[in-house]
Structures are given as structure tokens and as C-alpha cells.
């Protein structure tokens, strides 16, 4: 066996056992010079060797493709277990994340109901001086108050629907909303009674209810949410309607007419009002009487 090579002496078996037994040598080293020498062609053994090659290179007929095939596939699954990482646990963001949500919170506050709300904050300025002009009497100047204090009205019909129609709530429209209603309202009927037209009785039933059952709401908030009633809506309506037929400058049947639409406004706001306190108060019972159960539950 000496003349013999050791390819054609085993096959690659035997070669691969020469090439570890040689004193002194690598065996890696020894491994590697053959798998180079049965990979650059067909020798002796080379039907023994052929499949030895395409079992240790990954080659054979259209062997680079198949190789190529692989290494994508596995670099797909690579960026998939990577992705799955990322956002199927919830454990890791993904990559960007945080940076897009933020971009989105922050031009979610400039969204079409937002910017209606504070439309008819700006409102509130140019009604007062549009209403006092000229000493709060020319019915020019009425007239266009009339059309600010209308615009304001309409928007407060849509923003909340917008809103909550297309999920554009923020905290600044839970908060500024109710802010821009009250202070159209109030400083309509403030203007209406400093000019005579309006007794202060009336100004200080609505705005006495209205400041009242937000502080309500804030004080049973703990236990739930007061839910608006369509008496409430239908109050809202009317209001608006009486106080839009003060500030115009309405004569004969007409003035006769608003007095009773503002008649109706103040019955709609003493009852509805009457009835927010009930529903606070049967919340607050109900609150109370769940976090005492939860906490016996506890205990036992």
C-alpha cells in the first residue's frame, strides 16, 4: 500500500484516517487539504468521493444554487425569528417604535376636532367684543355676534362626534371641550344680563348647574362616569337656541317667543341637573358597595 494514493487507498475515509493519524499533524488541517483536493475534481475513488463531496460542500449538480437557496432561506428565517422578537412577545418594541408612536401622539393633537375646539375658543374673545360694540345695542353688531356665538354652537356638534367617530380623542379635547362650551355660554349670558336684556337670576341657574355638575363629575369620577342623557343634549339644544334669540335684537312676537324658549332652557337645566345629581349619588353607592365586596373577597 505504500505507492498508493490515500484516496485511492480508502476513499476519503481512508484519507481522512491517514491525514489524523500523521504524527504531529492537525487534524483539521489534515481534514481540510482533503476535502480541497476531492472538491477541485475527479480523481481516483472519485465515485466514492463524489457523493463524500456534495455531502461535505452542499454541492452537486447546480450545487452553488442550492447553496445560494439555503443561505436565503435561512436569512429569511433569521429576520423573521427577529421580527417575531420584536413584536410578538410585547417584550421588545420594534425597531422605530417608540419614535413613530410619538410622532403620532404629537400630530394627533392638531387633528379636525381639535382645532374646531379651538375654534370656538377663539370665539369667546370675538363674541364679547362683537356683542359689546357700539354699547351692546346696534343690531349690526348684534347680528354678527349672533353669527360667532352660531359657529360656536355648530362646532361644539361635531368635534365630539369627529372624535369619537374616527378615534381622534386626546386628553387636550377632554379637557378643553367642556372649557370652550361653558365659556361660549357664559360669556353670552354674562353680556346678556350686564346689558339689561337678561335677568341674572337665569345667568346664575345655568352657570350655577353647569360649574355644578362638572364638580360632580370630578368628585364621583373614582367610582365611574356620569353618562350624558339625552336630557342633558336636548338642554344643551335649547339653550343655545334661547340665548342665540336674545343676543339677535328681536322685537314683537318674536321677543314674546324667546322669553318662553328661555323658560323651557331653565325647566330642561334645573331637572337635568336634578337628575345627574341622582345618577352621582347611585354611582357612588354602587362604587362603594363593590370595593367593599372586593375586599372582603380579599380577605376571606
Given amino acids: 500500500m505504500t505507492g498508493v494514493p490515500a484516496s485511492a487507498a480508502g476513499g476519503p475515509s481512508g484519507a481522512r484516517r491517514a491525514a489524523g493519524a500523521a504524527p504531529g499533524g492537525v487534524p483539521g488541517a489534515g481534514v481540510g487539504r482533503v476535502v480541497a483536493r476531492e472538491g477541485r475534481g475527479p480523481g481516483a475513488g472519485s465515485s466514492g468521493s463524489g457523493s463524500a463531496r456534495r455531502g461535505l460542500s452542499g454541492r452537486g449538480p447546480g450545487g452553488d444554487r442550492q447553496h445560494g437557496d439555503e443561505a436565503a432561506r435561512a436569512a429569511a428565517a433569521s429576520r423573521g425569528a427577529d421580527d417575531a422578537a420584536d413584536t ?6 420594534a425597531r422605530g417604535a417608540k419614535i413613530a408612536a410619538a410622532a403620532v401622539n404629537q400630530a394627533s393633537l392638531w387633528n379636525i376636532a381639535n382645532l374646531l375646539t379651538m375654534l370656538r375658543l377663539l370665539l369667546v374673545p370675538a363674541f364679547v367684543a362683537l356683542m359689546l360694540a357700539d354699547g351692546g345695542y346696534d343690531p349690526a353688531w348684534r347680528s354678527l355676534a349672533w353669527a360667532a356665538f352660531a359657529i360656536a354652537m ?11 367617530t374616527y378615534n381622534l380623542v386626546t386628553d387636550f379635547g ?12 357664559g360669556a ?5 344680563s350686564a346689558l339689561g336684556d337678561l335677568p341674572w337670576w337665569v345667568t ?4 350655577g348647574r353647569e360649574l355644578g355638575i362638572t364638580l360632580l363629575r370630578f368628585l364621583v369620577i373614582r ?15 335649547i339653550q343655545g337656541v334661547a340665548v342665540g334669540m336674545y343676543v339677535l335684537a328681536l322685537t314683537e312676537w318674536l ?13 330642561l337645566t334645573v331637572l337635568t341637573g336634578l337628575d345627574y ?22 380577605e376571606a
Avoid at 353670552?188 to 346678556?192: G, Q, S, T, V
Avoid at 346664575?204 to 352657570?207: D, E, M, P, S
Avoid at 321677543?255 to 325647566?267: C, Q, S, Y
Wanted: with cysteine; glycine share 10%; proline share 3%.
Fill in 188 to 192: 353670552a349670558l354674562i353680556c346678556l
Fill in 223 to 237: 367610582y365611574g362616569v356620569i353618562p350624558a342623557s339625552r336630557g342633558g343634549k336636548l338642554k344643551t339644544l
Fill in 255 to 267: 321677543a314674546t317667543l324667546r322669553w318662553w324658549v328661555m323658560a323651557a332652557a331653565v325647566a
Fill in 88 to 93: 410578538g412577545d410585547g417584550t421588545r418594541p
Fill in 277 to 298: 345629581v341622582k345618577q352621582a349619588i347611585v354611582l357612588r353607592r354602587q362604587g362603594i358597595a363593590e370595593r367593599k365586596a372586593a375586599l372582603e373577597e380579599t
Fill in 154 to 164: 355648530i362646532t361644539d356638534l361635531f368635534d365630539g362626534h369627529l372624535a369619537r
Fill in 204 to 207: 346664575g341657574v345655568i352657570l
Fill in 174 to 185: 377632554k379637557i378643553a371641550d367642556p372649557i370652550a362650551d361653558k365659556a361660549i355660554m
